[in-house]
C-alpha cells in the first residue's frame, strides 16, 4: 500500500489523507463512539452496572453447577484495556491493508484520476 | 456467547468439540480448494477472519438493559467466504480471545464455536440463500441473515447451557432461562448486527463484485458490470 502524492502547480507534493473513505470511516467511528459515550453516561447516572451479558450467564450457569467459572486468563484492571486495543489496533491494520488490496482499487484510480483533474 | 471453563462437564465439552469438527474438518478441505482455485481467497479470508475477531469482542452498551453484549461478525462471514469456511474461521478467533482476551475459555472453544461459528454462520447464510431465491434486495438479504444468525447463535449459546445443566427442570424451561439472559441485549445488538452486514456486503459487492461468486445473481451480476464500466 503506499501513500498518494499529486503535484500541485508549485511542484510542492501533496499527501490527499483526508479523502472520502477517511472522512467515511471518522464519521462511524465517531458516530458509535457518541452512542457508547452517551449510552455509558445513562447506565451511569441510572447506576445500572453495564455489564457484559456472558458473564452474567456465566454466573447463572455457576449457580447450578456450584462450580465457579472462570475464563483461560483473567486481565487485571487496566491490562484488558491494554490487550484489547493492541489486539484491535493489529487487527484494524490486517484488515485494512487487505481491504484495500482488494476492494480499494477502484477508489486509488478514481483519486488518482481526481489528483490529475486538481 | 463466551460460555468460560468450569461450567460445561468433560462430556458436554468434549461432545461440543465433536460436533464442529463435523463442520471445521470439511471446512477445511473446502478452504484448501478454492486457495487453488482464487489467488484473491487467501488475503480475503484472513480479512474476514480479523473482522470476525474484532466483531465478536466489541462490547456495545445497551441503555435499555443495562449490560453490554456484542455482535458475531459470522453471518456475513458465512456470506462471503461459505458456511464452512466460517467454522474454521471461529474456531481460530475463538482460540486467540481466550488465550490472550480472557474471552470464553479453552474447554468451552467446541461449544463456542458450535454457536457462533456454526450456528451462527449457517443460519444466516441459509436466511441470505432463502431471501435471494425470492429475488430479495440485497440489502434486506443480508440484514436478515445478520439478524437472524445474531439472535441464533445465543439461543445456540442457551441450548447447550440448559442441555448440561438443567437437572430436573425441563430442558425447554431452563434454555428459556438461560436464553432470557441473553435476549433483552441482545435484540438491539442484532439490529445493529443487520445493519453492519448489509452496509459492509453492499460495499464489497459495489466495489468488487468480481471477488463475490454467488453472491449475485446472473441478473445483478450484469447490473453492477455496467455500473462499473460506466465508473471506469
Not at chain 1, 84 to 93: E, H, M, P, R
Not at chain 2, 39 to 64: E, N, R
Amino acid at each position: 500500500m503506499k501513500l498518494e502524492i499529486s503535484e500541485n502547480k508549485l511542484s510542492s507534493p501533496q499527501v490527499k489523507w483526508f479523502d472520502s473513505f477517511t472522512k467515511m470511516m471518522l464519521t462511524v467511528m465517531i458516530t458509535i463512539l457518541i452512542f457508547i459515550f452517551i449510552s455509558g453516561k445513562y447506565m451511569d447516572s441510572h447506576k445500572m452496572e453495564a455489564g457484559g451479558t456472558d458473564d452474567a450467564v456465566n454466573d447463572l450457569a455457576s449457580v447450578v453447577t456450584q462450580v465457579e467459572h472462570h475464563p483461560f486468563i483473567d486481565l487485571p484492571g487496566d491490562a484488558q484495556v491494554g490487550a484489547f486495543s493492541v489486539a484491535n489496533f493489529f487487527a484494524g491494520l490486517v484488515v485494512g491493508h487487505h481491504w484495500e488490496k482488494l476492494f480499494g482499487e477502484k477508489k486509488k484510480k478514481e483519486d488518482d484520476v481526481e489528483d490529475v483533474e486538481a | 456467547m463466551h460460555i468460560e471453563d468450569g461450567i460445561l462437564s468433560p462430556q458436554a465439552w468434549a461432545s461440543w468439540y465433536a460436533a464442529s469438527a463435523v463442520f471445521i474438518v470439511p471446512g477445511i478441505r473446502q478452504i484448501q480448494k478454492r486457495v487453488e482455485e482464487n489467488p484473491y481467497y487467501k488475503p480475503f479470508l484472513a480479512m474476514v477472519g480479523v473482522g470476525v475477531f474484532i466483531t465478536s469482542c466489541m462490547h456495545l452498551p445497551v441503555p435499555v438493559t443495562g449490560s453490554c453484549s456484542h455482535p458475531c461478525g459470522t453471518p456475513l462471514a458465512a456470506i462471503v467466504v461459505g458456511p464452512f469456511a466460517t467454522a474454521v474461521i471461529s474456531a481460530i478467533v475463538l482460540f486467540f480471545q481466550a488465550i490472550f482476551l480472557g474471552h470464553g475459555g479453552i474447554t468451552t472453544i467446541g461449544a463456542n464455536t458450535f454457536s457462533m461459528g456454526i450456528v451462527g454462520g449457517i443460519s444466516g447464510y441459509l436466511c441470505w440463500k432463502i431471501l435471494r431465491k425470492f429475488n430479495s434486495p440485497l440489502w434486506l438479504a443480508a440484514g436478515l441473515a445478520g439478524f437472524v444468525g445474531d439472535l441464533a447463535t445465543y439461543l445456540a449459546s442457551a441450548f447447550e447451557l440448559a442441555l448440561s445443566l438443567h437437572g430436573h427442570v425441563p430442558l425447554v424451561k431452563q434454555w428459556i432461562i438461560f436464553f432470557m439472559g441473553y435476549g433483552p441485549t441482545q435484540l438491539p445488538i442484532a439490529v445493529a448486527e443487520a445493519v453492519f452486514t448489509a452496509a459492509v456486503l453492499q460495499a464489497m459487492v459495489s466495489r468488487r463484485p468480481d471477488l463475490l461468486p454467488g453472491i449475485l445473481s446472473g441478473k445483478d451480476r450484469k447490473k453492477e458490470a455496467v455500473k462499473h464500466e460506466i465508473r471506469d
